[in-house]
């Protein structure tokens, strides 16, 4: 069965303090991994896919990187705006495109 | 940008009645996806619509059933409502071309009592 682990499942850091947040995952082919973030009682909000192992991508105070069996999301001197949950998901080969979601990180950011 | 709209926003039904969720995909997306997300929970897959046909099937109770148009816009039928329906149901799309990303829109939050 395929399975999404995240953690921690909540982080408080202090603003300007950089962290990463864990996303390790068992499935029997990747398609892509994808990150959101989510704020209460919204929809997801999509940040970046990954496809293979060794990708990177970055937006902001945002870093993605991708292994065989996880993937790390940094956040690099964060700001209380970047105070929400963020979700990982998995879309596997064979799957038709859905996707599986871990349980999220809630971050807070205190300023 | 234009994104994924979602109608209505909030609804409140009663146990045993029947709700209609409303979904329409970013222009050119040719897939749509449903989810339902409960309380303090992660989004659960229920359905997915590829050109108008079901493409996948997930955890969607028999009393739920869904189907996309020919405009594209999707509607997600709910009846004999149960107080456990009471989650956000999204709906998001992607376009085959663009890797599946796919793009959720703000959801409706339904409440049965």
């Known amino acids: 069965e395929d399975q999404v682990t995240q953690s921690p499942e909540a982080l408080r850091l202090q603003e300007g303090e950089s962290s990463s947040l864990n996303c390790s995952y068992t499935?029997?082919?990747?398609?892509?991994l994808f990150w959101y973030r989510q704020d209460p009682g919204k929809g997801p909000e999509f940040l970046f896919t990954l496809y293979s192992a060794g990708e990177e991508k970055e937006k902001e105070r945002l870093k993605a990187t991708l292994t065989k069996k996880e993937s790390f999301l940094h956040i690099t001197a964060p700001k209380p705006e970047d105070s929400a949950t963020y979700l990982c998901a998995v879309q596997v080969i064979g799957s038709n495109y859905k996707l599986t979601f871990g349980k999220g990180t809630l971050l807070t950011v205190n300023p | 940008a234009a994104g994924v709209i979602q109608s209505p926003r909030h609804l409140i039904k009663e146990k045993r009645e029947t709700a209609t969720l409303k979904c329409y995909p970013i222009?050119?997306?040719?897939?749509v996806y449903w989810y339902q997300q409960g309380p303090g929970q992660d989004p659960q897959f229920l359905i997915s619509?590829?050109?108008?046909?079901?493409?996948d099937k997930g955890s969607i109770p028999d009393r739920f059933s869904a189907q996309q148009f020919s405009d594209y816009h999707s509607e997600l039928n709910m009846s004999s409502l149960e107080l456990g329906d009471s989650a956000l149901y999204f709906c998001a799309s992607s376009q085959t071309r663009n890797f599946y990303e796919q793009y959720f829109g703000p959801g409706t939050r339904l409440t049965v009592t």
């Open positions: 619509f590829y050109e108008k046909m079901q493409s």
């Open positions: 222009p050119r997306h040719d897939t």
């Open positions: 499935v029997s082919g990747l398609r892509g």
